[in-house]
């Protein structure tokens, strides 16, 4: 939501130039490493409080090499950048829709790499998840009459999604094995991944200034990125920099609560309960006119949660409390009919 804040201020850029839309997925994507840097100094503080009291309770963590965390770092940064870029071309309800798609790719590399076995409501679960974003994706494109971007850039920017899902799958599977073998804190692996990517993509944003793209470009100067401009805009904007800053703060913690779930519990569970904040973004969305209200949207959302809720198990219970209220109901029968049974011979003996 923030991010999507962001995008929407237009301010002039640097010498001059006239007013145009914010869109830096580059400059952002830094942004977003940032916060997760910043997990890395909240860890060091804790490990500093914790051992100036009589009994520290956090356990260290086995000798590791942290350039362990560097593939997942590289998956982070590519997918974030591809799904920045993306969401500069399709509409947020696409967006939302096709990260949904993150769920099967995470699942099929779970119980390929990980040797995980799937049980099939799990699978059935990530079915209906999908089913659910679609419906809520189909329902937001028929209410949409956005003219902002074309056809293709709207199929282009949706097939960098789907690609970018891909690699964000890889970067959970590759958390989730580093954690469980590893057990490092959550706080110091998000921090650790957050450094890498800040460091290389923050790098990378020199030569993203000299590269021409042309009309793929958002900026004035129609390169890959051109972070001189958000700045310039930014000065000219303030409200900007309150909603990078708001950006930062809810990928930080986002980040952490992910591979807090992770690390509890699997890769695959931690991306269906992301999807459920395609729920929450929708109604902010609505709140504040970014969207417009479509019937299938409640259907869509239905169906979402009844496929998070079957992947997690949460229709055990329901099931499990049938068969004892049957059985309960007949072994109650049962004992009443043979009660009647043993007092109707007791008084054929009398």
Not at 131 to 137: I, K, Q, Y
Not at 310 to 320: D, E, F, I, M, S
């Amino acid at each position: 939501l923030p991010r999507r804040w962001a995008d929407n201020f237009s301010a002039a850029g640097c010498g001059g130039t006239e007013e145009h839309g914010f869109q830096h997925p580059f400059l952002q994507a830094v942004g977003m490493f940032l916060g997760e840097f910043s997990c890395l100094g909240v860890f060091y503080l804790l490990v500093w409080r914790d051992r100036r009291r009589p009994e520290p309770s956090m356990a260290p963590s086995q000798p590791f090499s942290s350039l362990l965390f560097l593939p997942p770092a590289l998956c982070d940064m590519t997918g974030t950048s591809i799904m920045y870029v993306a969401l500069n071309m399709t509409s947020a309800s696409s967006f939302q829709m096709l990260r949904g798609s993150v769920i099967i790719f995470t699942g099929l590399l779970s119980v390929a790499f990980l040797g995980r076995r799937l049980e099939l409501s799990q699978w059935l679960g990530i079915l209906v998840t999908i089913v659910g974003l679609v419906v809520v994706g189909l329902a937001d494109l028929h209410s949409s009459h956005d003219q902002k971007h074309k056809l293709s850039e709207v199929i282009t920017g949706d097939l960098l999604i789907i690609m970018a899902q891909v690699i964000v799958a890889i970067q959970m599977v590759l958390e989730e094995k580093f954690v469980y073998k590893h057990d490092v804190h959550p706080l110091r692996a998000v921090g650790t991944e957050g450094f890498f990517g800040f460091i290389i993509l923050a790098l990378l944003l020199v030569p993203m200034y000299y590269i021409p793209v042309g009309s793929f470009s958002g900026n004035p100067r129609r390169t890959l990125e051109d972070a001189l401009d958000a700045f310039c805009q930014i000065s000219h904007r303030p409200l900007i920099a309150l909603a990078l800053l708001g950006n930062i703060s809810s990928i930080a913690f986002f980040n952490f609560a992910g591979i807090s779930v992770t690390k509890e519990i699997s890769a695959t569970t931690r991306m269906v309960l992301d999807s459920l904040r395609t729920l929450v973004i929708w109604a902010v969305s609505l709140a504040v006119g970014w969207e417009t209200f479509h019937g299938l949207e409640i259907l869509g959302f239905g169906v979402l949660l009844a496929g998070a809720a079957l992947y997690n198990g949460l229709h055990r219970p329901l099931l499990a409390c049938l068969p004892r209220h049957v059985e309960e109901a007949g072994g109650a029968a049962e004992r009443e009919g043979l009660l009647r049974g043993e007092s109707t011979a007791i008084n054929n003996e009398s």
